[in-house]
Each structure stands twice: as structure tokens, then as C-alpha cells.
């Protein structure tokens, strides 16, 4: 009768210890929040609003799956637009109205918006996903950034130089370069993969950003007789160059090259016809065979006009699904008692994930910078986008 007390005292013992480890662990990391609210930091209004809207869109894309397969850790994620209009101003007053609170901030954009509004969240300590921008204006706020791009001089060199070695004959090129944000930069990199190719840049024609006027540009770029011109401008520029290109009997538009930030819903609106034929770049691979991808994308054309998703339209959905990741794996529980903590537990997951399934590829972070993501290269026919190359 003792020893049998005693057994049942000891399993008691043991069935009790292990609902005591249970509740600690489930409640110890309880979630506090009835939602997950992500502010994100973009142009809805302003000259590059048409980018804004299909950033939020894919945000929101990635939102909506989330909440049908049942949340974050059980609570529903949303996704909060603050309207930077590209003015610094507003890109710091709507940073200001975040920073106390917010686990981790997306954006802002473009450029401008980030060096302004980055450093606010910097000295409080707040991880900004500023996923749409090149590693150069990234790595100013390491750690409290990601890049969601290599280096630019690593990454788009070898897709200009594809672009060239699949026009043996096209000796010199003409750029088009606005300068705007990272464009400029972009447009060093291009003349570098173009001449390791054996290609010769001609002299650059520059694009002002309030130009109206197209024909005396194309007119400089012409009379320097290049075989190949470069677009290295925004989507509308790029279109009505084109246009103009056209008029002056332009013939070969295989060896009309636009980059991939033109990439973008005013190129096809404003160049209709006449950009058919013409090679583009961006990081997309639009016949991916993957239900996902083919999902999303035929979501974003029936959103959009039946456009295909454009070149940065996948950015802030994955930067959603990383941030998911982060908050479950690392156990976060929204508590603001432990705001600043896992605050760094978020920055730390994102900068370091490894095998990270985008809705494109699967990559991991080294320390902010990504690895295994490529650059696509197609020529435009009758409005589809048809692969001619891959670079890595």
C-alpha cells in the first residue's frame, strides 16, 4: 500500500512538473497583441506614385495570404501605408509617428526618404526593411537595414554584358542616364558589364527630370551613330524616348536595352506599340513554374490591367514573409515591456536567415546581403516578356 502511495505520488509528481513546463513555456512566450501592425513607409502620391501603389499592393498581396492560413502565431498581420509623397519632410514626420511603437518598419521609398527618415529609426534601435533600394544606400545603416540586393557593381554587370553578347554586332552603345537616386550608379555598372564585353560607350546623354521634351535627346544620342542605346530613366522617359527613337527610323529594338527600375506600369501605357521588340532586364522570372509565383502573378495582371508584375513588385511581399518567419521562429510576443529586445532578435533573424523561400528564389542573408538571387534579360513581343538570358 506504501510503495503503491508512493508511485502514484511520484507520477503525480511528474505529470504535474510537465503541466508546469508546458504552461511556462506557452505562457512565458505568450503573444500580446490582437494583431501584428507593420507600418510601411512608401509613395502612394508624388512623380513615382505608380511604383508606391503596386509596392503596397504586394505588401498587402502577402498580408492577405498570411491572414487566410491563419496569421502570425495566431493573430492576424496588418499592413499600415504611410504616405512618404518623396518628400524628406513627411518621410521623417511619418517615421517619428512609428518609432516608439513598431516591432520593425518597412521602406521608407525611394531614396531621399531613406536618408532622412533611416536615421530616426537607427538611434531608437528599429530594423527598416528598406527592401526597393540598392545595397550602396543600404549599408549606411548596418545593422538596422537589410539589402535586398548584392553590390551593384557585382550584380548588374553580367546582365548588360549577356544583353551584348547576344548582339555580336552592336559595337557602341549610347546610355540615357537621369539622375536619380541610384541610377547614376546603376549606369556606371552598366558601362562596365557593356565593356567587358568589348562594347564602346559612347558619350552619355543626360536626362533632366523635368524634361518634356525628347527629341533634341535622341537627336544627340543619334548623331553619335551608336549600334545600341541604353535606358537608364524612369518608365515614362524611357517610353517616349523610344517613341522618338521610332520616328527617327530606329529599326533594331532588340538593341534598345531599358533597366529594370523602368520596368514599370507608365513604359507600357505610354509606349503602347512602339516598345515592342525592345530588351529589358529585372529581377523576375516571369514563367517560373511554381503555383505560387503563377498565382501572384496572375493576381497583379488581373489588379493591373493585365500588365505583368513589375520588376520590384515581389520586394515588400517577401520582406512580409521574412518578417513573419522572424517573429515566429523567434518566438515574439509584441509585449511593447520587450520591445527593444526583440526588436534585435527580428533584425538579427532577417540579416542572417538562410534558405529564405521568396516567391521567386530561395536565398540566404550574410550579414544584410543577400546571396543566390539573379537577373533576368528579355526582349518585349506583342507585350509579352520572352527570356533570352539569367544572370547570377
Given at each position: 500500500m506504501k510503495n503503491k502511495f508512493f508511485r502514484l505520488f511520484s507520477i503525480s509528481t511528474v505529470v504535474i512538473g510537465i503541466i508546469l513546463i508546458f504552461?511556462?513555456?506557452?505562457?512565458?512566450?505568450?503573444?500580446?497583441?490582437?494583431?501584428?501592425?507593420?507600418?510601411?513607409?512608401?509613395?502612394?502620391?508624388?512623380?513615382?506614385?505608380?511604383?508606391?501603389?503596386?509596392?503596397?499592393?504586394?505588401?498587402?498581396?502577402?498580408?492577405?495570404?498570411?491572414?487566410?492560413?491563419?496569421?502570425?502565431?495566431?493573430?492576424?498581420i496588418k499592413i499600415e501605408i504611410h504616405d512618404t509623397g518623396v518628400s524628406k519632410d513627411k518621410a521623417m514626420e511619418e517615421m517619428a509617428k512609428v518609432v516608439d511603437s513598431a516591432l520593425v518598419v518597412m521602406g521608407p521609398?525611394?531614396?531621399?526618404?531613406?536618408?532622412?527618415?533611416?536615421?530616426?529609426?537607427?538611434?531608437?534601435?528599429?530594423?527598416?526593411?528598406?527592401?526597393?533600394?540598392?545595397?550602396?544606400?543600404?549599408?549606411?545603416?548596418?545593422?538596422?537595414?537589410?539589402?535586398?540586393?548584392?553590390?551593384?557593381?557585382?550584380?548588374?554587370?553580367?546582365?548588360?554584358?549577356?544583353?551584348?553578347?547576344?548582339?555580336?554586332?552592336?559595337?557602341?552603345?549610347?546610355?540615357?542616364?537621369?539622375?536619380?537616386?541610384?541610377w547614376p550608379l546603376m549606369a556606371e555598372s552598366h558601362i562596365v558589364g557593356?565593356?567587358?564585353?568589348?562594347?564602346?560607350?559612347?558619350?552619355?546623354?543626360?536626362?533632366?527630370?523635368?524634361?518634356?521634351?525628347?527629341?533634341?535627346?535622341?537627336?544627340?544620342?543619334?548623331?553619335?551613330?551608336?549600334?545600341?542605346?541604353?535606358?537608364?530613366?524612369?518608365?515614362?522617359?524611357?517610353?517616349?524616348i523610344i517613341i522618338?527613337?521610332?520616328?527617327?527610323?530606329?529599326?533594331?529594338?532588340?538593341?534598345?536595352?531599358?533597366?529594370?527600375?523602368?520596368?514599370d506600369t507608365a513604359l507600357y501605357t505610354t509606349g503602347g506599340e512602339n516598345i515592342d521588340g525592345i530588351s529589358i532586364y529585372n529581377y523576375i522570372d516571369l514563367n517560373l513554374d511554381d503555383p505560387r509565383w503563377q498565382a501572384f502573378r496572375e493576381a497583379y495582371k488581373a489588379d493591373h490591367n493585365g500588365i505583368e508584375p513589375a520588376s520590384l513588385s515581389t520586394n515588400y511581399y517577401d520582406s512580409v514573409y521574412m518578417i513573419k518567419e522572424a517573429i515566429e521562429n523567434t518566438e515574439i510576443t509584441g509585449d511593447p515591456n520587450k520591445l527593444a529586445e526583440e526588436r534585435i532578435k527580428?533584425?538579427?533573424?532577417?540579416?542572417?536567415v538562410k534558405g529564405f523561400k521568396g516567391i521567386q528564389v530561395t536565398w540566404d542573408m550574410d550579414n544584410g546581403v543577400p546571396t543566390g538571387k539573379g537577373t533576368f534579360l528579355f526582349v518585349l513581343e506583342n507585350g509579352e516578356k520572352v527570356f533570352q538570358a539569367m544572370a547570377k
Open positions: 504552461t511556462f513555456n506557452i505562457f512565458g512566450q505568450e503573444v500580446v497583441v490582437d494583431e501584428w501592425k507593420i507600418p510601411f513607409l512608401n509613395c502612394v502620391t508624388g512623380p513615382i506614385a505608380s511604383i508606391g501603389e503596386y509596392m503596397s499592393w504586394s505588401a498587402n498581396r502577402a498580408a492577405e495570404e498570411i491572414n487566410a492560413a491563419g496569421g502570425i502565431r495566431g493573430k492576424p521609398v525611394p531614396e531621399a526618404c531613406i536618408m532622412a527618415a533611416v536615421p530616426i529609426a537607427v538611434k531608437a534601435g528599429l530594423l527598416s526593411m528598406v527592401s526597393s533600394t540598392s545595397y550602396e544606400y543600404a549599408v549606411e545603416y548596418f545593422p538596422w537595414t537589410v539589402s535586398w540586393y548584392p553590390r551593384t557593381e557585382e550584380k548588374l554587370p553580367p546582365i548588360t554584358a549577356a544583353w551584348a553578347k547576344l548582339h555580336p554586332g552592336m559595337k557602341t552603345v549610347v546610355q540615357f542616364v537621369e539622375n536619380w537616386a541610384t557593356l565593356e567587358s564585353a568589348g562594347v564602346k560607350m559612347l558619350q552619355q546623354v543626360d536626362v533632366p527630370t523635368d524634361a518634356i521634351m525628347f527629341e533634341p535627346l535622341v537627336l544627340k544620342a543619334l548623331a553619335q551613330k551608336p549600334d545600341g542605346i541604353m535606358l537608364t530613366c524612369n518608365s515614362e522617359k524611357a517610353a517616349k522618338e527613337l521610332d520616328k527617327k527610323g530606329w529599326e533594331d529594338k532588340s538593341k534598345i536595352l531599358v533597366f529594370s527600375s523602368a520596368d527580428i533584425r538579427d533573424y532577417c540579416r542572417n
